[in-house]
């Protein structure tokens, strides 16, 4: 069973950075490698919604529109390791975040395209 245990998160100013992770284990039929992985939020009172996909190679990204140019996806399928570097922080990017993991050879961005999923991590950003 792929488990995802999330970290970072927390606390920043407009305009700041945060970075969370997400690290998997329970690896014991494919490696890390085998599987697509993408972030996702979901803020208080709305549905959880797409931000941000990476391939299994890590060379193909797909991000949201709202994201793209201050978020960064990447992966390490060494540390079995993905990352989301959080740049020029909004107010609106306030929410809960999670990662997914899915075995699959496409950049999946709906949420029921994944069958795994981390805890969530909180991301405050004060105005």
């Known amino acids: 069973q792929v488990q995802l245990i999330q970290s970072g998160g927390g606390l920043a100013q407009t305009g700041g950075s945060l970075r969370l992770s997400c690290t998997a284990s329970g690896l014991t039929v494919n490696n890390f490698d085998a599987y697509a992985m993408a972030w996702f939020r979901q803020a208080p009172g709305k549905g959880r919604e797409f931000v941000a996909t990476?391939?299994?190679?890590?060379?193909?990204?797909h991000y949201a529109r709202s994201v793209e140019g201050r978020f960064t996806i990447s992966r390490d399928n060494v540390k079995n390791t993905l990352y989301l570097q959080m740049d020029a922080l909004k107010p609106e990017d306030t929410a809960v975040y999670y990662c997914?993991?899915?075995?699959?050879?496409?950049?999946?961005?709906?949420?029921?395209?994944?069958?795994?999923w981390g805890q969530g991590t909180q991301v405050t950003v004060s105005s």
């Open positions: 997914a993991a899915e075995n699959t050879l496409v950049i999946p961005t709906d949420e029921e395209e994944f069958n795994h």
């Open positions: 990476i391939n299994r190679g890590g060379f193909i990204t």
